[in-house]
């Protein structure tokens, strides 16, 4: 080096800055090639297990384009895209682009405009190309001081399930649960088709479309293939996140989804539309395969929109579809946390002690139970590092971030912050808990907790519950919100939610009832209910009991420690309820203790006794299984008063 420098300084030459060795570059835009490597053929070329026929990479590309431009056709024009694979930011050659022709289903006699167009496909992108699309070219998204993607989810910040429809058909109409209670709205096919070809029509009118291809369910057997074309790189990597990561092995050899999701969020469902009550649809077509979301972009509609998918197709393979947090001991003993939505799912299946199978939707089959899911979906308003450091150090590089406020410098996020949302959540892979379980499966559950979050502050921290309980209790599905930061509620809201999820089952909730009272059964589970919400008094009155206590109850179930407790009956609900637990104040176990008014205390839980049996009465006139003694124990198994 020196040498060279020596000999070209001649003195009336400019000054050479080569303190380095040379780069193999002429110009910038050479340099810049050099940065990037090529990927390589995701697979060998006949490796594949699955006994797919040996096709070149070349061909291979083709096929994909070819099924996607399929996935993405209009079915009243016959033809699918022009789909090329790349950033259209890109220019052509920098990135592996597969020019494809017109997919020809009837040759093409009306030329039009859209027919002309291509559309860029960004397949399966890793989270940092996420990013970088999301960056660029999606306001209100940023990087946090650690890492995460902060991105808003728009006008909704949840879930609609009154704008959920599903297509009613000859099949759907015998299989499905219908009218009062069901989350199924119904719609007709062509209605769907509307919908359908709205959404597809938006989506090629676009330059570019996301397109995942992934897994649901660790269970091998009963593994779905899923594909979701989207519009924002939000919602790729929030599925990316969410549903099981293909190899690149099990990408190439992907072959046609099971299902597939047309997300078209920005764009509104027309409400001269049949059915359509507001601008926003999600419709779901089980013989089409296929669901389709207008007007919403709050990317929990596309998870539990698979999970729906999932409540018909396990039934129907006799395997139960659970909406609960799972996790195992390190003996092997499994738990599962059944609780509507912030009761604690994510929370207390999230346990440093314990592996984490999965911390919202599984799968019990004859042999155990199965993750339906590749990630985590955590609320995070007021979370804190010191009570929940697993999900606190999850929210990194690859973690979206939804709806959250942070400092505009630092990037800091303020979880105490509820400017957007109350409901701001992160979405992690599963692998982001550091002692997740994978494969997310694991043997037969030996304790089934029911989590309700009880905002009148009458029902127990924990009681164990015989098997005609816990149907009850599974059946009324109940927890109580507390209607939100408004001034002036008094009074908590209950909700019953059969299953502890009626807005994603498909049949009626005795079928799935059934099939947890046998495997619970067959398999010596034990039933438990834990109040996640208020002591000591009503939302207003009363506290939160605190998640320290809510953990040792939990601690106490997992290690067996609390079957052996001695038990005391209550009065009402008939709740056997522990009279000591390591860890926890005793005089918190009974709730009549907490309460400065008794009488105050005694009304209220004779308030709740009566909601709940107002809302079980739609079930007093179904079987549940074949046994008729269970149905009456059943019946039975509810309060008294
Ligand atoms: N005693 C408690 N038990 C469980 N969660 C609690 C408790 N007290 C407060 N929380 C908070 O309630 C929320 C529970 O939400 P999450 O676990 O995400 O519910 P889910 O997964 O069932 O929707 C978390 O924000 C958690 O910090
Ligand atoms: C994402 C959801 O799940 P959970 O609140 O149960 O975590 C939801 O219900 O929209
Ligand atoms: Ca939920
Ligand atoms: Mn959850």
Known sequence: MADKKMANGSGNEVCHDDSSSPIKAQTIDELHCLQKKRSSPSTPIDSSPGGVSALSEEDRQRQQLQSISASLASLTRETGPNVVKGDPARKTGSSKVAHMAQHQLVPT???SDSSMKFTHVLYNLSPAELYEQAIRHEKGSFMTSTGALATLSGAKTGRSPRDKRVVKDENTTKELWWGKGSPNIEMDEHTFMINRERAV???????????????LNWDPENRIKVRIVSAR???????????????????????RPDFTIYNAGQFPCNRFTHYMTSSTSIDMNLARKEMVILGTQYAGEMKKGLFSLMHYLMPKREILSLHSGCNMGKNGDVALFFGLSGTGKTTLSTDHNRYLIGDDEHCWTNTGVSNIEGGCYAKCIDLSREKEPDIWNAI??????ENVVFEEHTREVDYSDNSVTENTRAAYPIEYIPNAKIPCVGPHPKNVILLACDAFGVLPPVSKLNLAQTMYHFISGYTALVAGTEDGIKEPQATFSACFGAAFIMMHPTKYAAMLADKMRKHGATGWLVNTGWSGGRYGSGSRIKLSYTRKIIDAIHSGELLKAQFRKTEVFGLEIPAAIEGVPSEIL??????????????????????????????????????NTLTEEILAAGPKF
């Open 109 to 111: 006699i009306n030329i």
């Open 201 to 215: 029509d938006y989506l090629n009118s676009l330059d570019k479309v996301f397109v995942n291809d992934q897994f």
């Open 233 to 255: 790189a939000y919602h790729s990597l929030f599925m990316h996140n969410m549903c099981i990561r293909p190899t690149d092995a099990e990408l190439a050899n992907f072959g």
């Open 396 to 401: 990194k590089f690859g973690t979206v971030l």
């Open 590 to 627: 009974d709730p009549m203790n907490t309460w400065s008014d008794k009488g105050a205390y005694k009304e209220t839980l004779q308030k709740l006794a009566t909601l709940f049996k107002n809302n079980f009465e739609t079930f007093t006139n179904y079987k549940i299984g074949t046994d």
